[in-house]
């Protein structure tokens, strides 16, 4: 062994030479550079800098500190609602943020949209509630913003208001019959099977052999598996019992899916395709000649386009194979894509109670691909039918008369998530771009405005000093007789619905009636 002052010289001298180390000081005292004079002065001038910097940076922190932390407010609990909190609270250490909500109940088209099929796709709801749970985030459910409180009251209240109210309406036909009975918005029929409050009394018969879907989006496939599923199929999923119930006793054999377009232009995606193709106890019609001359034109289409649309022609085309053909033999329903068909007016029965058929007009394509439009040949033919759900899309209703609103386009105006003339608001969501992509999408959409309205606060576009916030806001509300709903309020409903649920062996059972709702919560 080396003796004990060898060993603390080789120690003093690697001491003298190592690099810094990360994230300290570095030690220039002893270092070669140093024991040359005309190194000396220019590395006492780089050991200053270095200090200053780890002082000013130390400065910093206790300036953003000791910062009134900036109070933001979000309108809406959606995926929009939450994605846009969730990048607020994670990029500036002392924002606070409340999110209004006018159901009792958060996570919007989540709980209320997604099929009770799809419950993966509802694990996000597991993000959301570690973002609610944060102590700078606050759920305020049960107040209706442009009516419990006005958009310029939180805008008073809040350095930045964020709506991200969603698409709560929907696209009307605008055809005679429309108002008929049996006739529905898919986005009522999905609210009234997800336990949305305001859809629960919807009450569809479903005793006729026929439904007609008009759309070919998503939505529109959802409610046809839906309509199709062996009710058996839905026992263990969180879809109503109420819904469940009036499924039992459905009598719809056969739907069909109704698009102006051809198949090129379906906006549904592959994967709800394959869940249709592969339903249990039905099988798929399509007819070969709507997909003639398709496999030269879908050469140079886009890769998801081009899986789609040679499922969608292997389907219409090849015989099934051994599994597909077992399964589609003893098959008592059936499903179809009907395209190149524009709605023109409901027909209805002959005491004129009820719907009873579709007109159609024939459609032709003008144009090549996405942007092919749909023109009416002058041909029409009638489609028997005891059930109309109209699928054409949802639609963005304007919140309050101080905000700007395009009824064209139903969004409001906006440059990356900031609304037009008016510093402070901002919107995300569908609200913002319109009601088209998934949940990723969103995601995408309201970190980009989350982003846009740190920037601006960083530039000091938002108005300086403090902000009240809620307390504000809650004093108006108590005011007008409005009690908000808490996020620990909702963690109690939440356990209810879920040992309601565990008898049945569902993941839970929803409640739907708000009053039942308050008064579990002692209101």
């Not at 206790?62 to 995926?79: A, D, F, N, W």
């Not at 051994?322 to 003893?330: K, L």
């Amino acid at each position: 062994m080396a003796p004990r002052c060898w060993r603390w010289w080789h120690w003093s001298a690697w001491r003298r030479t190592r690099p810094p180390l990360p994230g300290s000081t570095p030690n220039f005292e002893g270092s070669d550079e140093v024991r040359d004079p005309a190194n000396a002065k220019v590395l006492r001038k780089k050991r200053r800098r270095v200090q200053l910097g780890e002082k000013l940076g130390k400065l910093h922190l206790l300036t953003l500190l000791l910062e009134q932390p900036p109070q933001i407010c979000v309108v809406g609990s959606g995926p929009a609602g939450f994605y846009t909190a969730q990048h607020l609270l994670k990029h500036h250490p002392q924002a606070h943020v409340d999110i209004y909500e006018k159901q009792l109940v958060p996570f919007g088209l989540v709980r209320f949209g997604v099929a009770p099929d799809h419950p993966e796709v509802k694990n996000v709801i597991n993000t959301f509630t570690q973002t609610a749970r944060s102590a700078r985030c606050a759920f305020r459910g049960n107040v209706v913003v442009g009516r419990d409180v006005a958009v310029p009251e939180l805008q008073a209240a809040y350095h930045a208001v964020v709506l991200s109210y969603g698409a709560e309406d929907h696209r009307a036909l605008e055809i005679p019959g429309e108002e008929l009975p049996g006739v529905f918005s898919a986005r009522a029929f999905v609210g009234w099977y997800n336990g949305l409050p305001e859809n629960r009394e919807l009450a569809p018969d479903l005793s006729c052999d026929t439904a007609v879907i008009l759309g070919q989006g998503n939505v529109a496939l959802d409610v046809a598996r839906i309509l199709l599923t062996p009710p058996e199929h839905l026992e263990k999923t969180d879809i109503t019992e109420a819904a469940l119930g009036v499924l039992r006793q459905s009598r719809v054999k056969t739907v069909w899916i109704v698009g102006r377009r051809g198949p090129l232009q379906v906006a549904f995606t592959i994967k709800e395709l394959r869940e249709m193709i592969q339903l249990p106890g039905t099988r798929p019609i399509l007819d070969p000649a709507d997909f003639l001359g398709l496999q030269d034109r879908i050469k140079e289409v886009p890769r998801p386009r081009k899986r789609l649309t040679e499922l969608l022609l292997r389907t219409a085309t090849e015989k099934p194979g051994t599994e597909d053909a077992a399964r589609q033999a003893p098959a008592s329903r059936a499903w179809g894509l009907r395209f190149f068909r524009s709605p023109q007016q409901v027909l209805p029965s002959p005491d004129g109670r009820r719907a009873a058929g579709i007109r159609l007009a024939v459609t032709r394509l003008e144009g090549v691909g996405e942007a092919a439009r749909a023109v009416p040949t002058g041909d029409t033919e009638d489609l028997p039918c005891g059930l109309v759900l109209s699928s054409v899309g949802y639609k963005s209703r304007p919140i309050d008369p101080s905000v700007p609103f395009d009824p064209k386009l139903g969004v409001i105006p906006n440059m990356e998530g900031r609304v037009v003339d008016v510093p402070g608001l901002y919107c995300s969501g569908w609200v913002k771009r319109g009601p088209t992509g998934v949940i990723a999408t969103t995601m995408t959409d309201s970190f980009l405005t989350g982003q846009m309205l740190l920037q601006d606060l960083k530039a000091g576009l938002l108005p300086p000093g403090p902000r009240p916030g809620y307390a504000a806001i809650e004093a108006l509300l108590s005011s007008r007789g409005v009690r908000p709903v808490s996020f620990s309020d909702w963690e109690k409903l939440d356990a209810e619905e879920v040992s309601r649920g565990k008898g049945a062996g569902k993941p839970r059972e929803k409640l739907l009636d708000p009053q039942e709702m308050l008064g579990l919560l002692g209101r």
